[in-house]
């Protein structure tokens, strides 16, 4: 997901956490800045569902990487990811096969693209879908990826 700052990208990752949680998959959630289950002498003070594990106050490659060695999640999730440590913690759940769920800031795919390390991950085509959020966490555009092409949910291709 991506999306511009103070539009909702966190509260709604927090919700689709706790839905897949309390859908019975092990899930592990690297909250570096303790903004998503918002911890207090380790209890999460957010709903984050039932089967979520949280490493907060690390950075998110380190705590990708801890949690797809220690934990066993079948889903991590990181919010706003974008540098190239990023990158290879992701590619290294990936390899572990683990399904992921990022947020990232940008206005629209092309601003997305100008990182570097969010750019490689478009190209070496890693992701299933890019969804765009607009204000207050209502879903904008989404781009539905394969290995031939990306596209837009409009048929539009991108």
């Known amino acids: 997901m991506y999306q511009n700052l103070g539009c909702g990208k966190t509260t709604v990752l927090r919700d689709l ?5 309390n859908s019975g998959f092990t899930v592990s959630l690297i909250d570096e800045r303790g903004e998503i289950a918002s911890m207090y002498k380790g209890i999460p003070q957010n709903d984050i569902g ?12 380190l705590g990708m990487k801890i949690a797809i060695r220690t934990m066993a999640p079948q889903v991590i999730v990181a919010d706003e990811i974008g540098t190239e440590e990023d990158l290879e913690a992701i590619n290294y759940g990936i390899c572990s096969g683990v399904k ?3 947020t990232a800031h940008g206005a629209n795919i092309s601003e997305l693209r100008r990182n570097e390390s969010l750019n490689k991950l478009y190209e070496e085509k890693l992701f299933k879908k890019i969804i765009f959020l607009e204000n207050r966490g209502k879903m904008g555009k989404v781009y539905y990826l394969d290995k031939n092409m990306y596209k837009s949910v409009d048929g539009i291709l991108v």
């Open 50 to 61: 039932l089967r979520t594990d949280v490493m907060d106050n690390v950075t998110k490659s």
């Open 17 to 21: 956490v706790r839905n897949i949680s």
């Open 100 to 102: 992921g769920i990022f």
